[in-house]
């Protein structure tokens, strides 16, 4: 299996502009989280879903992010408009079950200058 | 509000010195306690899951073991390739299956 992949690994952009991460999860599994990781605030839960349905998006910083996840192969996390403080390693993992082990991507390194 | 909290939040050892890393945490009934390791420029990769106080995992230089406040992550002998930072994330009995990380302890080994 391939793993989690996620695209593009790096993203540069200006202050303002809309940013789109993309995630394939393995496989199979049914649940994909989005995480956000800083040196600061380390790995911070931003949304996941089961079955393609959003469950719990309480780690959503603000209106200006929104992830969807139109297929069980597909998930998209945007930001618009972007803001520096938006610059971060954002990762997407999937999980076969709800209590099982997460795979991680190897993550989008986003920069918002 | 649930909390994980790792320490130390960095440690250098010289291979072959074995140590100690923990995991404290304070959670809503633990559905489950999970180890990861981190390589830089890669997302971290699942080590172990522990589920009740008293339960311990072991892999290679690697064991795991569990109370009903922390988690100690056991390396012995440890060689610079074990070199990383080391995740700790709890899961807790609530609704959602929200995993909660703490902010790691990196580890480097010296030859």
């Known amino acids: 299996d391939a793993g989690v992949i996620q695209s593009p690994r790096h993203e540069v952009t200006e202050m303002g502009q809309e940013v789109t991460l993309r995630c394939k999860p393995i496989?199979?599994?049914?649940?994909l989280f989005w995480y956000r990781q800083t040196m600061m605030r380390g790995l911070e839960l931003l949304i996941y879903?089961?079955?393609?349905?959003?469950?719990?998006d309480s780690g959503m910083p603000e209106d200006r992010f929104s992830a969807k996840m139109p297929n069980a192969s597909f998930s998209t996390l945007k930001i618009q408009p972007s803001e520096p403080r938006d610059s971060a390693v954002y990762f997407c993992?999937?999980?076969?079950?709800?209590?099982?082990?997460?795979?991680f991507g190897n993550g989008t390194r986003l920069t918002v200058t | 509000e649930d909390q994980v909290t790792q320490s130390p939040e960095a440690l250098r050892l010289q291979e072959g010195e074995s140590s100690s890393l923990n995991c404290s945490y304070t959670?809503?009934?633990?559905?489950?306690l999970f180890w990861y390791r981190q390589d830089p420029g890669k997302g971290p990769e699942f080590l172990f899951t522990?589920?009740?106080a008293g339960e311990e995992k072991e892999k290679e230089r690697l064991k795991a073991t569990l109370t009903k406040k922390e988690s100690f992550l056991h390396i012995t002998a440890p060689k610079p390739e074990d070199s990383a930072t080391y995740l700790c994330?709890?899961?807790?009995?609530?609704?959602?299956?929200?995993?909660?990380f703490g902010t790691g302890t990196r580890l480097k080994v010296l030859a």
């Open positions: 993992a999937s999980s076969l079950a709800g209590n099982s082990p997460l795979h």
């Open positions: 496989s199979g599994h049914d649940y």
């Open positions: 879903f089961n079955n393609n349905v959003p469950i719990d």
């Open positions: 959670v809503s009934g633990l559905r489950g």
């Open positions: 522990l589920y009740s």
């Open positions: 994330a709890v899961q807790a009995h609530s609704g959602t299956y929200k995993y909660i």
